[in-house]
């Protein structure tokens, strides 16, 4: 089950393997040379996410095997910098995506959330309480250009203006190529996580009229940390897109961003009222969102147990 932050088995990336299942269990054949294929074994058990990357075929019996020990199982690109499709277990929790829908639902509940990302952003910052959504973007804008500007001076490049201009593109200067690449690079490493929670990527709190909105909101809170350096020390490359998606991919081992991704977005998603306390451990927190059975939903009482005949009086 996604997740345990602790756990560093949470998220598994192969490619150029095929994934097959044999007496033993689930296990990725690489084709060493003409005459000699090595096996790995998967623990399925204890995978949370399985990321399949370009050159991977999987049979059915074993992706059935991994869907059976709850695995989810994403199809990305290179890397895992990309998100296509995913694959989710019957049993996975709806935990979170109730959470989300709940909160993005509720205007006072959506600005409210809207108002944590924001904050998440600008850390120690000490923000009044009563600060408003508009104050908000402004002061982001501000921190930006402040950010902006400071990389710039590092690296002696001048003054430097993000345009994103997809009928352009090859017009574009080194620094706003190598960001563009390494954002969408971030991106599908979000998205990949907001799937395997079983989460909707179109249901943004900050962003909206997309099927990628949410995924803009939670990569908003790691651009400042991860993308923009590594594009303004690209400022030089002849090929910056190139080599900010292997920067990228080469980084995101040391990064750990996928756990952290999957920390935030819980903390963002949990109501401070029900929040767990400090005293929790992951495992605890991850058992509560564990379904072990379908409910039946019920507006006085919550949820009733599925499975259970409720008529009224002889038939």
Not at 266 to 276: D, Y
Request: charged share 20%; proline share 6%.
């Amino acid at each position: 089950m996604l997740p345990r932050v602790a756990d560093s088995l949470s998220f598994l990336y192969l490619d150029m393997v095929r994934v097959v299942q044999d007496d033993t269990g689930v296990c990725a054949q690489i084709q060493v040379d003409a005459h000699r294929t090595d096996l790995v074994y998967l623990p399925t058990a204890a995978l949370s996410c399985l990321l399949l990357g370009p050159g991977v075929s999987i049979t059915t019996p074993a992706l059935t095997t991994l869907i059976r020990h709850n695995t989810s199982v994403v199809c990305v690109g290179s890397g895992g910098v990309r998100a296509y499709a995913g694959i989710l277990p019957d049993s996975l929790t709806t935990h979170w995506l109730e959470q989300q829908v709940a909160t993005w639902a509720d205007p006072q509940r959506r600005l409210q959330t809207a108002v944590r990302m924001y904050r998440m952003r600008f850390q120690d910052a000490d923000l009044p309480e009563s600060v408003t959504l508009d104050q908000l973007r402004g002061m982001e804008g501000q921190r930006l250009k402040a950010f902006y500007k400071i990389l710039a001076q590092q690296h002696g490049i001048g003054r430097f203006r993000r345009a994103y201009r997809p009928d352009q593109w090859d017009s574009q200067d080194p620094v706003n190529l190598a960001l563009s690449a390494a954002n969408t690079c971030l991106y599908g490493i979000v998205h990949a996580a907001l799937l395997a929670l079983g989460l909707s990527p179109a249901l943004g709190y900050v962003h909206a009229g997309t099927q990628h909105a949410f995924v803009y909101d939670i990569a908003d809170l790691y651009k400042a940390d991860i993308t923009l350096p590594l594009a303004f020390a690209l400022h030089t490359s002849d090929n910056p897109e190139q080599q900010a998606r292997r920067r990228f991919r080469e980084d995101l081992r040391l990064l750990r961003l996928l756990p952290r991704i999957v920390q935030d977005v819980q903390s963002l998603l949990t109501p401070p009222r029900t929040a767990t306390t400090d005293t929790d451990t992951d495992e605890e927190r991850s058992e509560r969102r564990d379904v072990r059975m379908v409910h039946l939903w019920d507006p006085p009482n919550g949820v009733l147990p599925a499975g259970v005949n409720y008529a009224r009086g002889e038939p």
